[in-house]
């Protein structure tokens, strides 16, 4: 096999290996990197999944890379493996857009966020930003200044948002990886659209440096895979202490991939009530499978889940417009509409409002922790229909017509509210679409989330599915 065909095999399979082949000098990182280079040239121009590759930055990666292996150098885990990263990341030399387009104006940044920072340093290669909804503030992948990033598995429907390029760089494999945020659900939605595994981190686990924000109190930062060995050994090189995050918490690292395939006896429940209702088949039919497969038996609720959802609401409303005061106050007419309107209601919301939102918040994250006491793992569907098609603005749930923009994170919000950490996994179903379930665990307990999805990977249960280019 040449160099080239070997490069583009190892770039469709798991990452792990491929990082194995470039330590081992089997394969290059410059011919992995052409590769990943070629794949994007080919079928970018259909997903839209990046808004600006850096190729010269890669192919400098790659070579320095290969350059350390001929030294004697050890390589990290993910070395050679291309990446890139939702544009709301920092990365050098390019102005931070957050999917806006008021954000084209800022200067280049000058330094990378700490996530790309700690992927470089395990050796991967950024191939650069991707398309997301503007200012985050989105669940359908559509950007209103660079385009709508298409789903890999037929491209007329949503990728998810707000992490779209994300979901279907990775979906698509343009990249074995890519990092991405959640603040109501901007993982699990791609990942659930674009049947892909994902990772939003306990609140305060990943480090925020040097990335866009949207709502303080709610935006995680995480990974996205085809595979949970990935996803793992991803979610291990971005751990660590920063110093510019005040969010970050003093809790102990937590290393997954050694311990992944040894889950034990992993208790696990099915969320019903909130989540048992309004979802289409598709949606049960993945909990049920997940539930199977992995010996779920009991079914446990959360109380007052709608209101919790309708607190995260009022909570992004209000911190999302003190964040953009002053560019809804000089250049409105550059906001999407859409996303101007939400965060101008978000402006005149009664203080008291908020104040409320935050004392049920406690209230409803003690709940939700009384369920763990006896439990490892709860099951949630991702998103209560398999992707929208581009545009559509209405769907049907539970026999009544909805917006779509507002309700794809009926599911997802209630969640990210109360900072859970979630491994998003994709469920093939009888629909030619996929979509995907939550495995939700306690904070600090990733592990137990990412052994749950690998059982269901390992039965084949849960597995990322081709895309049709």
């Known amino acids: 096999m040449s160099p080239d065909a070997a490069a583009a095999t190892l770039l469709a399979g798991p990452a792990t290996d491929l990082a194995a082949a470039v330590r081992e000098g089997r394969v290059s990182a410059r011919a992995v990197t052409q590769a990943a280079l070629a794949r994007i040239d080919a079928v970018d121009p259909v997903l839209n999944a990046f808004t600006d590759v850096t190729r010269d930055r890669a192919l400098a990666e790659a070579e320095a890379l290969d350059a350390a292996r001929v030294r004697g150098e050890t390589l990290g885990p993910l070395a050679g493996v291309p990446f ?7 990365l050098k030399g390019l102005p931070t857009r957050a999917g806006a387009k008021i954000n084209r104006d800022r200067a280049p940044a000058a330094r990378d966020a700490t996530l790309v920072e700690r992927m470089n340093a395990a050796g991967a290669v950024c191939l650069g930003g991707l398309n997301m909804g503007e200012y985050a503030y989105d669940f359908t992948g559509e950007n209103r200044h660079d385009g709508r990033s298409a789903n890999p598995h037929d491209p007329a429907h949503m990728s998810g948002g707000s992490s779209g390029g994300s979901g279907s760089a990775v979906g698509g494999k343009l990249v074995p990886l890519a990092l991405g945020s959640d603040t109501n659900g901007s993982i699990r939605v791609p990942s659930s659209f674009c049947g892909i595994f994902g990772l939003k981190p306990t609140y305060g686990r990943l480090s925020r440096a040097r990335s866009f924000p949207f709502v303080a109190s709610l935006d995680h930062l995480g990974p996205f895979a085809r595979h949970v060995g990935d996803l793992a050994a991803t979610y291990d090189a971005l751990q660590g202490p920063d110093t510019e995050d005040p969010a970050l918490a003093d809790a102990p690292l937590a290393p997954t991939l050694s311990t992944l ?10 969320l019903g009530g909130w989540f048992a209702r309004q979802g289409t088949p598709q949606a049960y039919a993945a909990v049920a ?9 009991r079914t446990v609720e959360l109380p007052e889940v709608e209101r919790a959802r309708a607190a995260a609401y009022l909570i992004s409303m209000a911190e999302g417009a003190a964040l953009h005061e002053g560019r809804l106050r000089a250049r409105p007419h ?8 939400r965060l101008l209601a978000g402006a005149v919301l009664p203080a008291i409002w908020i104040a409320r939102a935050q004392i049920f918040r406690r209230w409803f994250r003690e709940r939700a922790l009384e369920l763990f006491a006896d439990c490892d793992v709860l099951i949630a569907p991702s998103t209560p229909v398999p992707a929208p098609r581009g545009g559509q603005t209405t769907f049907v749930l539970d026999g009544r ?4 923009r507002p309700n794809i994170g009926i599911y997802t919000q209630p969640i990210s509210f109360i900072g859970l950490p979630v491994a998003a996994a ?3 179903t009888d629909d030619p679409l996929p979509i995907g379930v939550q495995l939700i665990a306690a904070p600090w307990r990733e592990d137990k989330a990412l052994q749950a999805a690998r059982v ?7 597995l990322a599915p081709e895309p049709v280019l």
Not at 261 to 270: E, F, I, R, T, W
Not at 289 to 297: H, N
Not at 401 to 404: P, R, T
């Open 334 to 341: 550059d906001f999407d509409p859409a996303v101007r309107e």
């Open 84 to 90: 890139a990263a939702k544009n709301l990341f920092d």
């Open 261 to 270: 395939d040894s889950p034990g006896d992993l208790k696990v429940a099915v």
């Open 426 to 428: 994709p469920i093939p």
């Open 456 to 462: 269901l990977e390992r039965a084949g249960v849960a």
């Open 401 to 404: 017509e909805m917006l779509v």
């Open 289 to 297: 499978r997940a539930a199977k497969a992995l010996g779920a038996t």
